[in-house]
Structure formats: C-alpha cells, structure tokens
C-alpha cells in the first residue's frame, strides 16, 4: 500500500451542531488522501478551543450554532495567531448570509448539498489561499455591497488610500482579483507565474486591511478600480 505524506495532507476541524452532518463531512472528507479530519465540534464555543488544540489548515463551519453561532465563532478563529482558513456552510445562499460570513472573515461559502468531490476541491483550495466563490457570486456580492450604506472604513476615500498604498504592479493584480479569478489565472492574464501571484496576494490583503480576498475585491471595487 502506498504511503502518504502527512506533510502535505490538509488537517480539518469540522463544526455543526448535527452530529449526522459531521460524521457526513467526515466520511467525505476522509475519502481524500490528501485531508485529514483532525477534530471536530459540536458549536461555536467549542469550535474556538478546538482550533487553537489541533492548530488545522481549514475549518468547515455551520452558521446556526447553540451557545455562540458561526459567524462569531469565524471572527474567533480568524484573530487566532496563524489563523486557519474558515469556510462557512449552510443549508441557505441568501446574500446577507455570504457577505455576513465573508465579513466575519470567512475565506469562503459553500452550501450544505455542495457536492463531495466539489466539497473536497474547496477545501484544499481554501488550503492553498484559493478562493471558493465562482467569478459569478463575486460579482453578485460586489454589487450587493456597493449599494449598501458603507461604514466609514469602507467609505471611497479609505479605501482610495488604501489602494494607493500598493505599487502598479500589486494594483493590477488588485484589480484582476477583482474579477473573482484564481491565481492560475491571475497568472496567465498577466504574464507572471503562481508564485508570483501569490507573493503579491499576500501584501495585497496586508496593505487593503483584507482578511480574504473577497473583501480585497470589495476595497478595489469602492476604490473604483474593479475591471
């Protein structure tokens, strides 16, 4: 039998309030020998001690939880030194849900009927700093968004100085993000390899303030920059 490299294996924290759901995610998940369920929690408050024990590279986490919710529970996770990547699950899609959960800090939202070899593929996406939203929910959260009344640090002119802070070449990338692409096609748009890509990705988010990429797309949308 061949061996695999735990060093590459993805470890996951799985919490949901349904014990059925759980051992469900766990039975998919466990089907690739590339992930490793390390744990799992029953709500929120649980889900924050569990994190910071087994330290994983991505945590699936339901919205509605007894004692402290989803979206609290990811605002927890996200704070905690070398932050796992949270993606939010649910059995709804309304845009308040997303864009909640995507403020919270979530990397990303799938629904509860994602099917597994999908559910799979977005998890070690999430992994690798990818996102989990299709190009068409990024644009569909970015207009959702721009007819909101923003708070003040979502204001044009913030986010104006902000993106003034990145050179011409992190402001393009910026601005391809902006249209929901992956790093591959970050890359083949602008003629730099993933590496690459991925190297401006992170000052990216550190300059904007951006805890995930979506919200990135947000800062360049309010800015007036998106494609």
């Known amino acids: 039998m061949a061996t695999v490299d735990r060093m590459n294996v993805v470890k996951v924290v ?11 995610l766990r039975l998919i998940l466990g089907g690739s020998p590339d992930i490793d369920v390390v744990a799992d ?3 929120g408050a649980d889900a924050v001690d569990v994190v910071r024990r087994h330290r994983p590279d991505v945590v699936l986490m339901d919205i509605r939880m007894p004692r402290l919710d989803g979206l609290e529970a990811t605002r927890h996770v ?7 990547r949270v993606i939010v699950l649910t059995t709804f899609d ?30 070690l996406a999430a992994a690798a700093g990818e996102p989990t939203l299709s190009p068409s929910v990024m644009t569909q959260l970015i207009a959702r968004v721009s007819v909101e009344v ?22 393009e990338v910026a601005v391809v993000l902006s249209r929901g692409l992956s790093n591959a096609e970050i890359a083949a748009e602008l003629y730099m390899s993933v590496p ?9 988010l550190d300059k904007l303030g951006a805890a995930n990429r979506v919200q990135a797309a947000i800062t360049v949308h309010d800015a007036g920059l998106s494609a």
């Open 78 to 84: 996200v704070a905690l030194p070398d932050a796992p």
């Open 41 to 43: 929690a029953a709500d």
């Open 14 to 24: 799985v919490v949901d309030d349904d014990a059925l759901v759980r051992a469900g």
């Open 196 to 204: 690459t890509v991925k190297t401006h990705l992170s000052r990216i």
């Open 150 to 171: 923003p708070d003040p640090a979502r204001r044009p002119g913030s986010a104006a100085r902000r993106v003034a802070s990145l050179t011409d070449r992190e402001r």
């Open 94 to 123: 309304t845009d308040d849900m997303v864009l909640q959960a995507l403020r919270a800090g979530a990397a990303g939202f799938l629904l509860k009927d994602t099917p597994p070899e999908r559910l799979v593929a977005a998890v």
